[in-house]
């Protein structure tokens, strides 16, 4: 979506964009429109770790992740050692489809946003829950070709939706309380 948005394909990319200097060098970014932080997310009756640390410390445990994505990402670097090839992170093309490796036991520990982690730990009906503290954290950005006229208008929406708790209500309606699947 970045390189589209970069050559002018599409006048805005909206997807959960994290805001950093690499990409900005490419496409214009609004003002934050959330934040988010990476959270484990683990099995209702997982009792073998509490903590990224004890996740680290015991070799038999593997992590699902999404290739390219934040939580890819804090599970190499803010977990474990640092090696995107490491084998205890085992990939997926989705996170739909680590999660439901996580589910269903073929592996130990999921990330997601704060914001998704919540809903999916809700959801659940006590077959997940969020263990440890919060990893990696970053802003949510729309995206925007070089020197678009559209950032000014998104960041005073923004602002506004910011200022009269609109964005706050968004996310505790969609995030939150929703109920996937009803």
Known sequence: MIPAVAEGQYDLGATGI???????????????????????????????F??????????????AAQPGTSPFYAAVYEILDGDEDNARVIKFDTFGAGL?????????????????????VAASGGKLKIVGEPLASEDFGFIFPKGSDLVAPFDAAIGAMQGDGTLTALNKKWFIDYKFGE
């Open 100 to 120: 439901a490796a996580l589910t269903a036991g073929d592996v130990d520990l999921a990330l997601s946003d704060s914001t998704a982690a919540n809903g999916y």
């Open 50 to 63: 509490a903590d990224a640390k004890g996740f680290a410390a015991d070799p038999d445990l593997l992590v």
């Open 18 to 48: 994290t805001i950093n200097e690499e990409r900005a060098e490419k496409v214009d970014f609004s003002i934050p429109y959330l934040r988010s932080e990476q959270l484990m997310i683990v099995r209702g009756d997982e009792m073998r």
